[in-house]
């Protein structure tokens, strides 16, 4: 799959793990927190500021990131459901 977000957008899959509660329970999807978990597959250029300079991403590929539940746009590629959101959507970097 080849596919560029344009400026500051990213292009995210799903982080398909079933939720387990402590007891092992594992949690249907209505039943969720809001922030979603997702890998970054494509990130565009960056946001161009007000003076014309275009500001680099923080996010690059293979970073997994926590991003709100409604946030963006959903997308099907490929039989796979993806997600287009906006840098500025992004809650935080997963840490390794």
Known sequence: MKFKPLKDRVLVKYSDEPEKS????I???TAKEKPQKGEIIAVGSG?????????AM???VGD???FEKYS????????????????D?????EQK
């Not at 402590?22 to 329970?25: D, F, K, M, T």
């Not at 946001?47 to 500001?55: E, P």
């Not at 963006?72 to 840098?87: A, F, P, Q, V, W």
């Not at 959507?89 to 970097?93: R, S, V």
């Open 22 to 25: 402590a007891g092992g329970i």
């Open 27 to 29: 949690i249907p999807e």
């Open 47 to 55: 946001k161009i500021t007000d003076d014309g300079k275009v500001q």
């Open 58 to 60: 923080e996010v690059k």
């Open 64 to 66: 997994v990131v926590l």
């Open 72 to 87: 963006g746009s959903k997308i099907n590629m490929d039989n796979e459901e993806y997600l287009i959101i906006r840098e």
């Open 89 to 93: 959507d992004i809650l935080g970097i």
